[in-house]
C-alpha cells in the first residue's frame, strides 16, 4: 500500500476508494460515511467521513 497522505499515528487511511456517501468501515464494523470521495491511501477523518455509531437522528432504513 502507498499512502498518498501524512497519516497521523492511530488514524485511518482508506485500503481502496470509497464513493461519497458510502459506509466506511474499520474492522469490518460500518463507522460512518463518506462524506467526500476517499481515494485509496488517504487519509479518513472527519474532513472526509462522519460518524454514524449511536446517531439517534438517523433510521436504519436512512443508511
Same mark, same amino acid.
Given at each position: 500500500?502507498?499512502?498518498?497522505?501524512?497519516?497521523?499515528?492511530?488514524?485511518?487511511? =482508506?485500503?481502496?476508494?470509497?464513493?461519497? *456517501?458510502?459506509? %466506511?468501515?474499520?474492522?469490518?464494523?460500518?463507522?460512518? @460515511? =463518506?462524506?467526500?470521495?476517499?481515494?485509496? *491511501?488517504?487519509? %479518513?477523518?472527519?474532513?472526509?467521513?462522519?460518524?454514524? @455509531?449511536?446517531?439517534?437522528?438517523?433510521?436504519?432504513?436512512?443508511?
Amino acid at each position: 500500500m502507498t499512502l498518498a497522505d501524512e497519516i497521523p499515528f492511530g488514524h485511518k487511511f =482508506a485500503l481502496e476508494s470509497i464513493d461519497r *456517501g458510502d459506509e %466506511v468501515y474499520k474492522y469490518g464494523a460500518v463507522i460512518g @460515511r =463518506a462524506t467526500a470521495e476517499v481515494p485509496s *491511501g488517504t487519509w %479518513v477523518h472527519t474532513h472526509n467521513c462522519e460518524s454514524t @455509531r449511536g446517531r439517534g437522528d438517523q433510521q436504519e432504513d436512512d443508511r
